[in-house]
């Protein structure tokens, strides 16, 4: 059964505007606070100063960072990559499903990925989007038939999951441990998201 698009969906994507904008806006506050060229590499080390995240970090309490450190990123061909990518695929799930399940996505599963990646390996200074993108990338490649979600953004998903993987293997050898469980959290909002859509349908069938 087509999971059919919310109220929500049929209107504009505005929460992917607002997480597209606070991409930017994170890069810009970055580079402003410590006083680089806007396209210059920003280190991973000075980031902390802005909101990036380690295992110190976490042991003091800053659990915030989590989130902040989302929206925060070291070169600037990763942050347009991410912000290209987020934004295809975060206006293809809002459109259809709504703001909801999008926030879940992005937001839980890059949060849960981050989480992850810094439990994992707390000696590193952990930032970007990326965890949140491939719970994007995930949240699409499960519910596109259900959901009926653009074209695009099925190709978008697949071409992203299959260029940041191999990125992984190529530079870590293996996929970083964030990405993974970015990616297995976003599966999971969308089986979950689509099995409560169903059932509020159901229950709207048999109500009428």
Same mark, same amino acid.
């Not at 993987?165 to 689509?194: E, N, Q, R, T």
């Given at each position: 059964?087509?999971? /059919? %698009?919310t109220?929500?969906g049929?209107?504009k %994507?505005?929460?992917?505007?607002?997480?597209?904008?606070?991409?930017?806006?994170?890069?810009?506050w970055s580079?402003?606070? *410590?006083q680089?060229? $806007?396209f210059a590499?920003?280190k991973?080390?000075?980031l902390m100063?802005?909101?990036a995240?380690?295992?110190a970090a976490l042991q003091?309490?800053?659990w915030?960072?989590l989130?902040?450190s989302? $929206?925060?990123?070291?070169?600037?061909?990763h942050?347009m990559?991410? !912000?290209?990518a987020?934004?295809?695929?975060?206006?293809?799930?809002?459109?259809?499903c709504?703001?909801?399940?999008? @926030? !879940?996505?992005?937001?839980?599963?890059?949060? *849960?990925?981050q989480?992850?990646?810094?439990?994992?390996r707390?000696d590193?200074v952990?930032?970007?989007?990326?965890? /949140?993108? !491939? @719970?994007l990338c @995930? $949240?699409?490649?499960?519910a596109?038939?259900?959901?009926? !979600?653009?074209?695009?953004a099925?190709? /978008?998903?697949?071409?992203?999951t299959a260029i940041q993987?191999?990125?992984?293997v190529?530079v870590?050898?293996?996929?970083? %441990?964030?990405?993974g469980f970015? $990616?297995?959290a976003?599966?999971?909002? @969308?089986?979950?998201?689509?099995?409560?859509a169903?059932?509020? /349908?159901?229950?709207n069938?048999?109500?009428?």
């Amino acid at each position: 059964m087509t999971i /059919a %698009p919310t109220q929500a969906g049929a209107r504009k %994507p505005v929460l992917s505007l607002a997480l597209v904008l606070a991409i930017v806006l994170g890069w810009c506050w970055s580079a402003h606070v *410590l006083q680089l060229p $806007f396209f210059a590499s920003q280190k991973s080390l000075l980031l902390m100063g802005v909101g990036a995240v380690d295992g110190a970090a976490l042991q003091r309490g800053e659990w915030w960072r989590l989130l902040a450190s989302q $929206f925060l990123h070291v070169h600037s061909l990763h942050m347009m990559f991410n !912000l290209a990518a987020s934004a295809l695929l975060a206006s293809a799930i809002e459109r259809r499903c709504g703001p909801a399940p999008l @926030a !879940l996505a992005f937001i839980g599963g890059g949060t *849960l990925g981050q989480l992850a990646s810094v439990l994992l390996r707390p000696d590193l200074v952990s930032s970007g989007a990326s965890q /949140a993108m !491939l @719970a994007l990338c @995930a $949240f699409v490649l499960v519910a596109y038939r259900r959901c009926a !979600l653009a074209r695009h953004a099925l190709v /978008a998903a697949l071409l992203v999951t299959a260029i940041q993987g191999g990125l992984d293997v190529a530079v870590s050898g293996s996929i970083k %441990p964030g990405h993974g469980f970015g $990616f297995a959290a976003g599966a999971l909002i @969308a089986m979950a998201w689509m099995r409560h859509a169903s059932s509020r /349908a159901r229950l709207n069938l048999t109500k009428g």
